[in-house]
């Protein structure tokens, strides 16, 4: 992700809970005139000593419209940094973020292809489309490791029944589709090889899905993601 200097703005947190056992979603106050397109990220440190100048990059997962801002952040406690130390953050505590950057937004229908934090920028592009009453057309294909690492598993089927796809790395499922996304689930499962295609996950993950959508014909305008 290619980020130039930015503004920075500390907000106040007002809700921080876990919505899954290892990803936190994170409510602050919405500074005036701050705005935002859905799919793009943020620099975030704590406003803690020794973390302020930690920034890690994170998507809104709330809408522009919203009077808050929103994070779903995946907590990583075995590295025991940034993502730790947000979970023990609480209502009152501050976070140091910047202006919005990021080169995932929507443009036009297609197939989200996500593995596993990945998923964050679509969050508010899925909770936008809804709200414009715009889902049709689009699906999501999701690869995680266990079923109990799918974020937002409710809301998606609720937003996409049929069309939101799950692949399970580590866990046999006879709910999920089991493997890895490559170019056999692709051609699968993604339907109109002639629509957008947009990409988050891992950088090696992001790499080989790029590699496999060529394969099957997709051209490099079509794909849309984060840039490397």
């Known amino acids: 992700m290619k980020k130039i200097k930015q503004m920075e703005y500390t907000v106040n947190i007002q809700e921080t809970g876990f919505i899954t056992h290892d990803v936190l979603q994170i409510k602050t106050d919405r500074p005036a005139n ?10 975030v440190a704590l406003n803690k000593e020794g973390y302020k100048s930690k920034k890690r990059p994170f998507t809104f997962t709330s809408l522009p419209s919203d009077g808050f801002l929103q994070f779903t952040i995946k907590i990583y406690p075995e590295h025991n940094g940034v993502t730790d130390k947000l979970q023990t953050l609480e209502a009152g505590d ?14 036009g229908p297609g197939t989200f292809i996500a593995g596993g934090a990945g998923i964050t920028p679509f969050i508010s592009i899925f909770k936008d489309l809804a709200a414009q009453n715009q889902l049709e057309e689009n699906r999501l294909l999701f ?16 937003w996409l029944g049929a069309d939101f796809i799950n692949i399970l790395s580590e866990e046999q499922n006879p709910k999920h589709a089991h493997g890895r996304i490559d170019q056999s689930f692709i051609k699968e499962n993604a339907g109109d090889l002639d629509k957008n295609f947009y990409v ?26 984060e840039d490397l």
Do not use: H
């Open 34 to 43: 701050f705005d935002f397109t859905p799919g793009q990220a943020t620099e």
């Open 94 to 107: 501050e976070l140091i973020i910047s202006d919005a950057w990021g080169a995932i937004s929507y443009k």
């Open 143 to 158: 690869a995680n490791k266990r079923e109990r690492d799918i974020v937002l598993d409710s809301q998606f089927n609720q």
């Open 200 to 225: 988050c996950g891992p950088v090696p993950m992001i790499n080989s899905v790029k590699e496999d959508l060529q394969a099957l014909g997709v051209t490099n305008k079509q794909i849309i993601t």
